[in-house]
């Protein structure tokens, strides 16, 4: 039996918002995956892998990503970018 595991996330940084995705294996369904934004979970976000984040130019934004599984397990994924301004 695999355990679940993050096997990448990322967050790119374009004009005004971010491009988030994470990636992970060995899950047990139902998986759960739940996006935090400066502490704020948004529900809007919820179960998608990808999700583009709008942000506040010179801002650093603290985003998390946890996954979970029907066994229990968790993994994170968090960064902390820094939000561009300008054009895309």
Known sequence: MMALTLDGGSCEGLARRFLCSVA????TAPVAIRWFVNGGQVPAFNDRTFVGIGCQPTFTSDIRAVISDATGAAVE????????????
């Open 24 to 27: 992970f294996s060995g899950a």
């Open 77 to 88: 994924f968090r960064t902390s970018p820094v939000c561009r301004s300008g054009n895309p």
